[in-house]
């Protein structure tokens, strides 16, 4: 495909006007263009869930609450956990992009109880006790304190807008019941070309309403900052898994100033795996 080939800073011209058409979402998922992540592929979403659920299964009880912060196109969650055992779950987003009809979810119900009775997504939820909410952290918020046994997100957390990321932390630690635990992906490229173009850019320009409603924001933080916060917000950090670029992908002098202090170790960090517990 063309978009392929095309050069970072076309891709984001292209992205700041695409953005601006009165084009549904589900008309730009179908054309590829913005796509939430491949949570509607039923394998990619079982895998999802099993790898986050394998690092964290020994410390859950036989009954057990999750919640997914940005499920992004897919519900099928709620269905997966509710397969291995879980008794609620939570599906927290910032946009309500899910699919709700069933014909997306037929692979993923086939021979399960909930498909049964027909109806839309929305009534599987029910029957599994899950619920899907849409308002990012005000969603969170509703959440009772200390409800959660395990949260998880797949390529999420470099979503969260920089102004409320230690906010939705907080609010993760809080809803955790004690003795939880919690398992992030991170993906820390930019989304334009999977480098890091993003931090050419002065904070003014990348956090701006215009930047960061044209499908390509990231907030930007850094491995460490990430671990920060979690840190602050009373997390214990149980185990870090990052995978590096063999060399900085773009040269320092292309950093906007505010990005140079960082290593090159940690620059290098394109993907991270956080596993945290809360303490009983
Ligand atoms: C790249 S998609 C990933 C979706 C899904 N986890 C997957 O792997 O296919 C990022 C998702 O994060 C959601 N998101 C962004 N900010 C959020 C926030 N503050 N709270 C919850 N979800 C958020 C977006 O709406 C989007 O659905």
């Given at each position: 495909?063309?978009?392929?080939?095309a050069?970072?800073?076309?891709?984001l011209?292209?992205?700041?006007?695409?953005?601006?058409?009165?084009?549904?979402?589900?008309v730009?998922?179908?054309?590829?263009?913005?796509?939430h992540?491949?949570?509607?592929?039923?394998?990619?979403a079982?895998?999802t869930?099993?790898?986050?659920?394998?690092?964290?299964?020994?410390?859950?009880?036989?009954?057990?609450s999750?919640?997914?912060?940005?499920?992004?196109?897919?519900?099928?969650?709620a269905?997966?956990?509710?397969?291995?055992?879980?008794?609620?779950?939570?599906?927290?987003?910032?946009?309500?992009?899910?699919?709700?009809?069933?014909?997306?979810?037929?692979?993923?119900?086939?021979?399960?109880?909930w498909?049964?009775?027909?109806?839309?997504?929305?009534?599987?939820?029910?029957?599994?006790?899950?619920?899907?909410?849409?308002?990012?952290?005000?969603?969170?918020?509703?959440?009772?304190?200390?409800?959660?046994?395990?949260?998880?997100?797949?390529?999420?957390?470099?979503?969260?807008?920089?102004?409320?990321?230690?906010?939705?932390?907080?609010?993760?630690?809080?809803?955790?019941?004690?003795?939880?635990?919690?398992?992030?992906?991170?993906?820390?490229?930019?989304h334009?070309?999977?480098?890091?173009?993003?931090?050419?850019f002065?904070?003014?320009?990348?956090?701006?309403?215009l930047?960061?409603?044209?499908g390509?924001y990231?907030?930007?933080?850094?491995?460490s900052?990430?671990l920060?916060s979690?840190?602050k917000?009373?997390?214990?950090?149980?185990?870090?898994?990052?995978?590096?670029?063999?060399?900085?992908?773009?040269?320092?002098?292309?950093?906007?100033?505010?990005?140079?202090h960082?290593t090159?170790?940690?620059?290098?960090?394109?993907?991270?795996?956080?596993?945290l517990?809360?303490?009983p």
């Amino acid at each position: 495909m063309i978009r392929d080939y095309a050069p970072w800073w076309a891709k984001l011209a292209a992205k700041l006007v695409l953005a601006r058409l009165p084009v549904p979402y589900r008309v730009w998922r179908r054309l590829g263009v913005f796509v939430h992540g491949a949570m509607l592929d039923v394998e990619f979403a079982r895998r999802t869930f099993s790898e986050h659920f394998g690092r964290v299964r020994s410390w859950l009880p036989p009954s057990f609450s999750v919640l997914e912060l940005g499920p992004g196109d897919s519900l099928a969650t709620a269905v997966i956990a509710a397969e291995q055992g879980a008794s609620s779950t939570w599906l927290v987003d910032a946009s309500p992009d899910a699919g709700l009809d069933l014909a997306h979810y037929r692979a993923l119900l086939g021979g399960t109880p909930w498909a049964a009775e027909g109806g839309t997504m929305l009534d599987v939820l029910a029957r599994v006790n899950a619920r899907y909410e849409t308002a990012g952290l005000g969603s969170l918020r509703q959440v009772p304190e200390g409800s959660v046994d395990f949260v998880f997100s797949q390529a999420v957390l470099e979503h969260v807008r920089r102004d409320e990321f230690d906010r939705t932390v907080d609010e993760l630690f809080r809803l955790q019941a004690p003795g939880g635990v919690a398992s992030h992906h991170v993906d820390l490229q930019d989304h334009l070309a999977y480098s890091l173009n993003s931090l050419r850019f002065p904070a003014r320009v990348w956090e701006s309403a215009l930047f960061r409603s044209s499908g390509f924001y990231t907030n930007r933080l850094r491995d460490s900052e990430i671990l920060r916060s979690f840190e602050k917000a009373g997390y214990r950090v149980v185990d870090v898994d990052r995978d590096r670029w063999p060399a900085l992908p773009l040269s320092r002098r292309r950093l906007h100033a505010d990005f140079r202090h960082f290593t090159d170790e940690e620059l290098r960090v394109r993907r991270m795996d956080i596993l945290l517990c809360k303490a009983p």
